[in-house]
């Protein structure tokens, strides 16, 4: 009796991230990976690749609100040193930057982290059948 050993594709990891914060399917970067906000297509419509898999759950958002806080807070800093700032400019300012840029950012997140496990096998996306 012979095992059978199944052979899997490599997938690049770096280009399926890249495509998946293009919002694209990181198996062929040319379908959406979205149907709509953040509700990940069930297959992707041109190459037929599953991707409702995922489990990206909160990590998203908590990458989205680390980027966009290291952000505003070395901003803020700056902005400290350099000039004497009202107060109030942070509450006009920072508040709603602190709002508007984790949710514009967060699909590009998302999709980032979709393509890392579609591209590391996590989830399901290992399965020899979705290769």
Not at 75 to 84: A, S
Request: with cysteine.
């Amino acid at each position: 009796m012979t095992a059978e050993v199944t052979t899997l594709e490599d997938r690049q990891t770096w280009q399926a991230i890249g495509r998946g914060t293009m919002c694209k399917c990181p198996h062929c970067g040319k379908g959406k990976m979205f149907k709509s906000y953040l509700k990940v297509t069930d297959y992707c419509a041109s190459c037929g690749e599953q991707l409702d898999l995922h489990r990206a759950d909160d990590f998203p958002p908590y990458i989205a609100i680390m980027i966009v806080g290291h952000l505003l807070v070395a901003v803020m800093l700056h902005m400290e040193m350099t000039w004497h700032i009202n107060p109030m400019l942070y509450i006009y300012t920072m508040v709603p930057l602190a709002i508007i840029l984790p949710l514009a950012i967060l699909p590009s997140t998302k999709g980032a982290i979709v393509g890392f496990q579609w591209a590391r096998r996590m989830h399901g996306f290992g399965h020899p059948a979705q290769a």
